[in-house]
């Protein structure tokens, strides 16, 4: 497998496993310095527990109460 390039497809690895290890950060203004930082100290420690980080912005995100990652995220962490 490894000589033909093969590569585990994360999707169906998450499926079989019950997990996508993905957690998310809801936030607004990133931009401002601040929180940059702490968006950048989310990022490290997901890492540093095997997790990757998908950050949304909150203004995007609706009031409507469903899930708009689609069950995709392992957690959600909010920055408001």
Do not use: M
């Not at 585990?8 to 990133?30: F, H, K, Q, Y």
């Not at 968006?39 to 540093?48: G, H």
């Amino acid at each position: 497998a490894r000589e033909l390039g093969y590569r585990p497809n994360g999707v169906a690895r998450a499926l079989e496993r019950g997990r996508s290890d993905v957690i998310a950060l809801w936030t607004s203004e990133a931009h401002r310095p601040y929180r940059a930082q702490i968006i950048s100290q989310f990022e490290i420690e997901a890492r540093k527990n095997g997790y990757g980080l998908l950050i949304r912005d909150l203004q995007a995100v609706s009031d409507s109460g469903a899930d708009p990652l689609g069950g995709l995220c392992d957690g959600i962490f909010a920055l408001g």
